[in-house]
């Protein structure tokens, strides 16, 4: 049972152009979402994150947009470049279970220069 | 330095073949974490430990043990590898001070069981 999904596996961008990110979770629990990024040959890193009690973060060119009536979230990137190239992982925080998180299946982001 | 290191990066090893996958941590920090990384699949929780003394499992603990030595060490042992455990592994640390805390990952090892 994913209760966190990222359902496309795939994005191709061109440069300059604005990347969406989409994520949705089952779990109306979760308080606290995260996003990481992922270059081949390293570990996830923390990109942004966004408490339950908002609707938007930023974060220069990051933004993540929060819909927790649909439990959905987004991550713009604008604009997009071609350093940005990499795997994004959604993540949903458990409170009941002091703060573990929960992984979506990751999207593989292209910017094309 | 790395803040989070692992080892062996790269790992290929045979089916029934005990392997102990090693992570330590630089941060101070009192809660680390197991992932594995599959195609399709995303990040899953093998076990995770809250402190020295506290070890749970993950969604998928099967197959797998663990062991806190210390703050700093956690490891992570597959005790009769078999094919399907070939994956991306990766270890992770947070401060445990909230449920805002940020993980911080190791760099993985690629784990390969033939």
């Known amino acids: 049972d994913q209760q966190v999904k990222q359902n496309s596996p795939s994005l191709s961008v061109q440069e300059g152009r604005i990347s969406i990110l989409n994520c949705d979770y089952t779990n109306s629990m979760f308080d606290y979402f995260l996003w990481y990024k992922k270059y081949p040959a390293e570990g996830p890193t923390f990109l942004i994150s966004?408490?339950?009690?908002?609707d938007k973060n930023e974060d220069g060119r990051f933004t993540v947009f929060l819909n927790k009536s649909a439990k959905h979230l987004s991550l713009h990137i604008v604009p997009s470049q071609p350093g940005d190239s990499a795997v994004y992982f959604c993540?949903?925080?458990?409170?009941?279970?002091?703060?573990?998180?929960?992984f979506g299946q990751g999207t593989e982001l292209s910017v094309k220069p | 330095d790395a803040d989070v290191t692992q080892t062996p990066r790269n790992r290929i090893t045979k089916t029934g073949k005990r392997i102990m996958l090693e992570c330590s941590q630089t941060?101070?920090?009192?809660?680390m974490y197991w992932y594995r990384q599959d195609p399709g699949l995303g990040l899953r929780l093998i076990y995770y430990s809250f402190d020295v003394k506290d070890i749970n499992k993950g969604e998928i603990s099967d197959g797998y043990s663990v062991s806190r030595q210390a703050q700093a060490k956690f490891s992570l042992s597959l005790e009769s590898a078999i094919p399907n455990q070939t994956a991306l592994y990766f270890c992770a640390t947070d401060t445990g001070t909230g449920v805002t805390d940020t993980q911080y990952f190791g760099p993985g090892t690629r784990l390969t069981v033939l």
């Open positions: 966004i408490s339950s009690i908002k």
């Open positions: 993540a949903a925080s458990v409170p009941s279970q002091g703060g573990k998180l929960i």
């Open positions: 941060k101070g920090h009192d809660r």
